[in-house]
């Protein structure tokens, strides 16, 4: 009988930020829904999710796409967390964002997010000097050339996979700071867009492994006068996209603003090191937003202003931010 190699993925309870782990489960014969899938455990214990003496979690998939590194009938598996008794576990976001879609699911919400990255050669930032700095930014975002940009080969590569496994990519790019690159995913709805960003996470990293290089989602990589790394958040609602939009954009930008905290909470970790107001943001103390403003903490894009409909840019949330979250609050705080 043939054999599917299923590479289960979820994410752990690691503090303050949750991690990918995964694990391969070989399945015989094929797989035609996710049906096919069967519910599989791990031990708790080792990932901050359960106490030893009763360890075991289950991973329950709720969706997959076809593995482009092992390639054939081969999968790749996202998975929620859930205890023993089928409830959901405490470190499983992605219940809520379900629960929060179902609610409004008549708001038509999309997301497109900008997911920055560094890559790393052991400590330094790859490219960069051992124990020193490259020239100061400025030639680096969106530059060509073997002294303007590092890591293409890996870049190109990730692009490539994960348009071989059906993601909703829209663009890659090279970053202010050399050795930091982004690429976007959407717009898609909240549970795709959220799920997507996951899985292209995963292959970013086990991507870079074949080349001996680390990849980082940490806000602030280098201490000092380089840009962080953010996850530009994209966001609109049917009735933002239709004649008169521009309107809810604007009253959704005054509902942000009251709950400012609230959202800085579910941001991501160490985001106060990038929130600065140096470097195309807004200090993490501040609300404020603005047409084509990269100072503000939510753009309207120069096109939806014109236009008098479109989306608005939520320029907060980190690059290590759990999507999950992210779109969560952003639904209910602009919808409810
Ligand atoms: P920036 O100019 O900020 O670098 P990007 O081109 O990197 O912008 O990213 C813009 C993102 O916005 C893309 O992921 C795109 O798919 C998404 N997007 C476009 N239209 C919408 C929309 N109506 N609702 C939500 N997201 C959208
Ligand atoms: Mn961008
Ligand atoms: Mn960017
Ligand atoms: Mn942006």
Known sequence: MSKVKAEYIWMDGHEPTQKLRSKTKVIDGSLSSLNDLPIWSFDGSSTNQAAGDNSDCMLQPISYVSDPIRGGDDVLVMCEVMNADGSFHSTNTRAHLREVDKKFKDQESWFGIEQEYTLFQGRVPLGWPEGGYPAPQ????????????????????????????????????????????????????????????????????????????????????????????????????????????????ESACESLGKKHDKHIAVYGAHNEERLTGLHETCSIQDFRYGVSDRGASIRIPMATANDGKGYLEDRRPSANMDPYKVCSILIETTCG
């Open 138 to 249: 400025g030639p680096f975002y969106c530059g060509v050339g073997a002294d303007e940009v590092y890591g293409r080969d890996i870049v190109e590569e990730h692009l490539e996979l994960c348009l071989d496994a059906g993601l909703e990519i829209s663009g890659i790019n090279a970053e202010v700071m050399p050795g930091q690159w982004e690429y976007q995913v959407g717009p898609l709805g909240p549970l795709d867009v959220a799920d997507q960003l996951w899985i292209s996470r995963w292959l970013l990293y086990r991507i870079a492994e074949d080349y001996g290089v680390s990849a980082t989602l940490h806000p602030k990589p280098v201490k000092g006068d380089w840009n962080g790394a953010g996850a530009h958040t994209n966001f609109s609602t049917k009735s933002m996209r239709n004649d008169g939009g521009l309107k809810v954009i």
